[in-house]
């Protein structure tokens, strides 16, 4: 089989494994840089090869309006038109027409929406996401879902669920190419308990390769979507892989894989690079901040990135100040290393049964807060965040 | 001595050499990418290294008035604040204080002008001009000239003629470090052969490393352009290197080697790069022109850059016009090897006697007008030009 997940090692509930497609292994827990239109912002395919990237994420949404399926398909599918020759998941695009709100249309069959770009009105049903991904030949897809907004009551949060779990069974339906294209369920339910797991329970019935949680960095606090986290996980099945989409922070990545989850991605690292808000070892800063005029010191002395390898921190605080394209690219090559080695690192702890000792020297870390600045995600709608699109590309 | 020049052979006017500095050797003819602010927009030091630079430009009255030299000089000098450990030429700003038309005043001894950032009064002299490169740390470094506009009449351009060579001579005296960093001197005069004769003999009386050739690009024909050049060269010390600053297409490179320049330097490629005007030996084409959407062949197949090594003509397309970072970045990194492998191969030309084949088979292709668009240099003002500026960072 193509689609081979096994687990190597366990930590509590955490798992060290290696899922296996047609375009190479991932060794999870594993983060999946985006490249929503085919490309991570600003990186060649070899830059993020060379950060430690074992899949890219691309988004069935942005990539039907265009280039469109059919233009992918036709020049060999989205690896050739990438360039990017390692595994790739596409999100179906649920989360971005669900973000459309007033310029969309559900009803029991699918959704109807407009482009963003230029007003055209289309339609997706699970059958053709589905269809769409296995055109696209990508390793990893993901079935349409209706992701509700927070806060929602619970009653139209189990409609709406509902509605997700019955698309959920066409798409299992619909798909063609199992071999070539693995498929994953993807969990609903808001912030209800009751729903979380009634929606882990009833995906589990149905024959998925992956196992989703959706429906979360959509505004709630971080309480909410880590009870949500706690509350799905363990329900979903313990042999196949768990992914958590869209999150988030590594302190979320952290608990998520200490939960079980084995897979994520988020635009975090990426966006707040471009704009200069960068990870390191002693925490998160802001380099436009005058205190960095003069720096000398490389961003993470740690850290083996081609900038860090090279730069000091008053070349990037010079360079974003002065809205450089450099800037943001020395910015998201940083980052993604650093969430790259981040889940290198939480593997190697699972490995040695020392992820509850990575998570206590973290947190005391994070509690110093007279060094390093807030590694909290951002709030919806400041610079950082994008507004309320939340950490889904 | 650092900076020795050995010619290692010749090609009618055309020569082969070496010049060695500080920082290392380059091997001439030789493009030097343009990096203003520190950095060439979009790329790592390693991806320019990779990509076959030998020396970076960058730009003393950018760098004057962000970060400062002296917050420069405090990092360790320019080398240590860019991270490119490979020789670094700086323009003396010049050029740029001289396009800032009705924000500078002129006077004997040097020229005040405004920052076009925030409107602070500065001042350069030529000694403080070259003061402010040795404290960068620079290779090589340019006399301040007075860069006077075109058309200008012949008795206009000769008083400022005699005013850039009054300057040269002080730039001379205020030398301090001359082990360390080189000085050019800058040929001007417009587009009178009698001036750039008078400038290029008195110039040479002068104990400079190298010589430049200035005040091209500004506007002029390419007729007038080329015959400043084909008067200049050959009256320019023979042993030393030659510049021609902020000069310019294929074309225009293959005629001043074979009139004898050594080194260049312009912001063409990185520029149209940046907006999907890409060089290939089948020559330039608009990337954004829907014949491209479908293309699944690399740019050029025959380059063995990071973009033609993995991604197709379709998804240059589909970046650029969808404005994605990923674009301009690609488009960079292509043009740059380009114009790379282009000096390197016009230095094999020289080595084996090829040059005027070169020159002849090129005139062919260029003619070639149904399979490629233009390779002259866009017009003044145009989206690929930078408005008035010309081709100097």
């Known amino acids: 089989m193509s689609f081979r997940f096994e687990i190597h090692g366990r930590d509590g509930?955490?798992?060290?494994?290696?899922?296996?497609?047609?375009?190479?292994?991932?060794?999870?827990?594993?983060?999946?840089?985006?490249?929503?239109?085919?490309?991570?912002?600003?990186?060649?395919?070899?830059?993020?090869?060379?950060?430690g990237a074992q899949v890219m994420l691309a988004n069935l949404y942005h990539l039907s309006l265009r280039p469109g399926v059919e233009a992918i398909e036709r020049l060999g599918g989205l690896h050739s038109f990438t360039g990017w020759r390692r595994?790739?998941?596409?999100?179906?695009?649920?989360?971005?027409?669900f973000s459309l709100s007033g310029h969309r249309e559900v009803d029991g069959d699918g959704v109807t929406f407009r482009s963003h770009l230029d007003g055209e009105r289309l339609r997706f049903t699970p059958e053709q996401v589905v269809a769409a991904q296995e055109r696209l030949g990508v390793d990893l897809a993901m079935v349409l879902d209706e992701c509700p907004p927070w806060p929602i009551e619970e009653a139209a949060a189990e409609?709406?669920?509902?509605?997700?779990?019955?698309?959920?069974?066409?798409?299992?339906?619909?798909?063609?190419?199992?071999?070539?294209?693995?498929?994953?369920?993807?969990?609903?339910?808001?912030?209800?308990?009751?729903?979380?797991?009634?929606?882990?329970?009833?995906?589990?019935?149905?024959?998925?390769?992956?196992?989703?949680?959706?429906?979360?960095?959509?505004?709630?606090?971080?309480?909410?979507?880590?009870?949500?986290?706690?509350?799905?996980?363990?329900?979903?099945?313990e042999a196949r892989p768990r992914y958590l989409m869209g999150v988030g922070t590594p302190e979320d990545l952290l608990h998520a894989v200490a939960s079980g989850v084995d897979l994520f991605d988020c635009v975090l690292p990426a966006r707040n690079g471009r704009h200069g808000l960068l990870f390191t070892r002693a925490g998160v800063i802001r380099i436009k901040n005058a205190v960095f005029r003069d720096d000398p010191r490389p961003l993470d002395a740690e850290c083996r990135c081609p900038v860090?390898?090279?730069?000091?921190?008053?070349?990037?605080?010079?360079?974003?100040?002065?809205?450089?394209?450099t800037g943001a690219v020395y910015g998201t090559l940083h980052n993604l290393r650093y969430f790259l080695d981040f889940m290198a690192d939480l593997r190697q702890a699972i490995r040695s049964c020392q992820l509850g000792e990575r998570a206590r020297s973290r947190a005391v870390s994070s509690a110093d807060g007279n060094r390093t600045e807030s590694l909290a995600a951002p709030a919806p709608g400041s610079a950082f965040s994008g507004g309320s699109g939340g950490f889904r590309p």
């Open 159 to 237: 409609r709406s669920l509902e509605r997700t779990l019955e698309w959920a069974r066409r798409a299992v339906a619909a798909r063609r190419r199992p071999e070539r294209t693995a498929l994953f369920g993807i969990a609903q339910g808001s912030v209800f308990r009751r729903l979380r797991e009634r929606a882990a329970r009833e995906l589990a019935e149905l024959p998925f390769d992956g196992y989703a949680i959706g429906g979360v960095s959509v505004g709630e606090p971080e309480a909410e979507r880590r009870a949500v986290v706690e509350w799905t996980a363990p329900a979903l099945p």
């Open 13 to 51: 509930a955490a798992r060290v494994g290696r899922l296996e497609t047609p375009h190479g292994a991932i060794e999870t827990p594993a983060f999946m840089p985006v490249g929503t239109l085919g490309a991570v912002k600003g990186l060649t395919p070899q830059e993020l090869e060379s950060a």
């Open 308 to 325: 860090c390898a090279r730069v000091p921190r008053a070349l990037l605080h010079h360079l974003v100040r002065a809205g450089e394209i």
């Open 87 to 97: 595994p790739i998941l596409t999100d179906s695009g649920g989360f971005q027409v």
